[in-house]
Structures are given as C-alpha cells and as structure tokens.
C-alpha cells in the first residue's frame, strides 16, 4: 500500500517561498503509472489542485498558479516537492500530496500539512 | 475551464436514510475521469468512486454513483453514523464545492 508524507515549514513569511516535500513509501515513483500531486485546501473551503509532476519530469499545473508553482521530483529519494513563491496570507492552507492514476482520480493521500502565511 | 457544480450544499439527514448528491458540469466530461470523495473533519479526503460508478477499494456497496455527460449523482442507500461528512466531485483538475451531508 502507497503512504505518502507531506514535510516542510509550517510558517512562511509573505513574499518568500513555499516549500514542501512528499515522501513515498510502500511504492517506487520511477515505476511510471501514476502523476504525483499537490493539492491544497483553504481553511473551512473546498479542494484545490496545485498540479502534478510524472516520474520523467513532465508537469501540469493549475493555470491559477502556473506562474508561481514549480514541482519537481528526486527519484533517488522516492520524493516530490512543491515549491511556491511569493506567497500572501492567500496561500495559508492545508497542502496534501496524493497519487492520481492513469484516470486522474486521486487513491492515495498524505495526511496534510497546514502552511501558515504570517509576518 | 470545466466547472463542477455540486448540489445541494447541505444535506440534513437521519440515520438509515437515503442520500442523493449531484455533480453538475459545465459542459460534457468523460464518465472515466470522474470521481466522488469522502472528507471527515481533520482528515484527508478518502477515494469512494471512480469512473463515475466503480467503487474504490473497500468502500462499502451502500455508496453508489452514477451519470454521464454534464450530469453525475453519488447514492448513499442508508446512512450509516460515520457517513456524516463532505462530498466532493472531481474531474481531473477541477473539483466541486462540496457537499456536506449532516445528521438532522
């Protein structure tokens, strides 16, 4: 079974970067088949899907954000990272990392990190 | 940009009943591409169903979906206590707002 962990500051200081990593375990992302993604949800709102990256690199990101995201992946470590920049209060939210199959439906999920945006 | 409009946006139910939510898109999508999930407070979003009516792994049979075109529905026959929380859509990149089903 898949298990995926979100890490990275809780806090981040408006105009800088926002940087997660998602660990992956009980699977190899280098074994191709599912596209590694970033989704975050504002407190009390909905979902937002960030984007996602394939394990040969290719990515695909929300419009919304395209100008700001950037997601890459280390194979050699079994991670995927998000990297947004210059954030605003906007950005506070959960961030979840999950695996989307060849469907793009999302079957597994990290638990969630909340990313607090604050002087 | 397909949007997905979900209704109602709550639902005040009892236990044991009948719950009916909709997906409604902006305009035709593949019934493959279409998902339902389940979010209880403080937790992830869990995988019901995909492809608009296949269930995900484990998920009991009471959850059912169905639809095509602009026009989806996720089924709850009888609502079990920890059936109470948010339902989202989903189609690709886009996910609905949600529907919260709460006990009456």
């Known amino acids: 079974q898949v298990q995926l962990q979100e890490s990275g500051p809780g806090l981040v200081k408006p105009s800088q970067t926002l940087s997660l990593t998602c660990t992956v375990s009980?699977?190899?992302?280098?074994?191709?088949?599912?596209?590694w993604s970033w989704i975050r949800q504002h407190p009390g709102k909905g979902l937002e899907w960030i984007g996602y990256?394939?394990?040969?690199?290719?990515?695909y990101y929300n419009p919304s954000l395209k100008s700001r995201v950037t997601i890459s992946v280390d194979t050699s470590k079994n991670q995927f990272s998000l990297k947004l920049s210059s954030v605003t209060a906007a950005d506070t939210a959960v961030y979840y990392c999950?695996?989307?199959?060849?469907?793009?439906?999302?079957?597994?999920w990290g638990q969630g990190t909340l990313v607090t945006v604050s002087s | 940009e397909i949007v997905l409009t979900q209704s109602p946006g709550t639902l005040s139910l009892s236990p044991g009943e009948r719950a009916t939510l909709s997906c409604r898109a902006s305009?035709?999508?593949?019934?493959?591409?279409l998902a339902w999930y389940q979010q209880k407070p403080g937790q992830a979003p869990r995988l019901l169903i995909y492809?608009?009516?296949s269930r995900a792994t484990g998920i009991p049979d009471r959850f059912s979906g169905s639809g095509s075109g602009t026009d989806f529905t996720l089924t709850i026959s009888r609502l079990e206590p920890e059936d109470f929380a948010v339902y989202y859509c989903?189609?690709?990149?886009?996910f609905g707002g949600g529907t919260k089903v709460e006990i009456k």
């Open positions: 305009q035709s999508v593949s019934s493959s591409y």
């Open positions: 009980g699977g190899s992302i280098s074994s191709g088949g599912y596209y």
């Open positions: 990256i394939y394990y040969s690199g290719s990515t």
């Open positions: 989903q189609q690709k990149g886009t």
């Open positions: 492809g608009a009516s």
């Open positions: 999950a695996s989307a199959g060849e469907l793009g439906n999302f079957d597994y």
